[in-house]
């Protein structure tokens, strides 16, 4: 596999967007982000390649601030390519059921149209991915619509660095989020190692997490 493909493929964003997950191959993610206010939040992602054209995942992002579970949303969900001959970049379709839980407790519906792309700056290989998501309450609660976007680059075989902007809006209030961050991997096939920080409304943030193929 030429290398601009491995810089691509072996530092995917938790959430592959529009690259399909090589067929019996897995992806398992651990992430927590902990805010200067005393806030923290964690998140578990997995996928896996069913077929070639097939991809099961399933994601729960929580309120851990209290050592326990707390309010949260948790989703299954599949994806699918959307084919397009002879282009450099990725289109694909994801479709979920999920619901909150803690406090309340709401089934969703959600949808997700993914943009994906190999790129080359600085005469280094990497990636570019963007994401728009709705997130469809079927009850009374509000919809949320999601825009996330992802530039990595590869600096050599242990380090990749990755910048994330995220857009939310719920009920009509807007939030951007930015997120810099720096993924090791000791060695190959081994786990790799996400430290970030992220910045929304004036409140800076520490993430750490761990992403893991198999």
Known sequence: MPFFLLSIFGAWPAGAGAWMRE???????????????????????????????????AKVDMDMTYGRAGNGTGFLF??????????????????????????????????VLSYGR?????????????????????GDGPDTLKL?????????????????????????ETGPTLAPSIIWQPRPKAPSFVVGIEGKDGVLALKLGMWRSF
Request: net charge negative.
């Open 78 to 111: 599949l994806r699918k390519p959307i084919l397009i001959k002879e282009r450099e970049y990725k289109i694909a379709y994801e479709l979920g059921i999920g619901s909150t839980f803690g406090d309340n407790s709401e089934s969703l519906l959600r949808t």
């Open 148 to 172: 996330d976007t992802t530039f990595g680059l590869t600096l050599n075989d242990r380090f990749k660095v990755m910048m994330q902007m995220f857009v939310s809006d719920t009920d009509g």
């Open 23 to 57: 067929h019996g191959t897995g992806f398992l993610s651990y992430s927590g982000v902990y805010q200067e206010t005393g806030k923290l939040d964690g998140s578990v992602y997995l996928e896996y390649g069913l077929r070639p054209k097939l991809t099961l995942g």
């Open 118 to 138: 190999g790129i080359k700056a600085w005469d280094r290989y990497g990636w570019l991915a963007i994401d728009g998501t709705v997130e469809w309450a079927l």
